[in-house]
């Protein structure tokens, strides 16, 4: 069973970055895709950018040019770097394995495994 924990979350103004880490414990599937949702206040959950195992990712319109989406297999780490954030990034940013990833992945909509992190906070002032 695989279980992931973030960190990295914070206030930071507008214009500002941050950089969010995702650890991966336990046994990684052979297939598999991993990424990033958010959720503001009164408002849906968002997929933001996934990465499949061939390295294969993809990030929403929203965030394109400003959010990059990596992994580290040796340290069994995911990360988002956030740049040029915006007031409307703010939310709760979740690691996951999830089909929903299938928005921005599509093959990512068969994933059967899904798996959820805590979440980090994301404010960003203006």
């Known amino acids: 069973q695989v279980q992931l924990q973030e960190s990295g979350g914070g206030s930071v103004q507008a214009g500002g970055s941050l950089r969010l880490s995702c650890i991966i414990s336990g046994h990684m599937p052979t297939y598999y895709c991993m990424g990033w949702f958010r959720q503001a206040p009164g408002k849906e959950r968002e997929a933001v950018a996934v990465i499949d195992n061939d390295g294969s990712r993809s990030v929403a319109d929203s965030v394109k040019g400003r959010f990059i989406i990596s992994q580290d297999n040796a340290k069994n780490t995911l990360y988002l770097q956030m740049n040029s954030l915006k007031p409307e990034d703010t939310g709760m940013y979740y690691c996951?394995?999830?089909?929903?990833?299938?928005?921005?992945?599509?093959?990512?909509?068969?994933?059967?495994?899904?798996?959820w992190g805590q979440g980090t906070q994301v404010t960003v002032s203006s």
């Open positions: 996951a394995e999830h089909s929903d990833l299938g928005a921005l992945l599509p093959w990512c909509a068969r994933y059967e495994s899904p798996v």
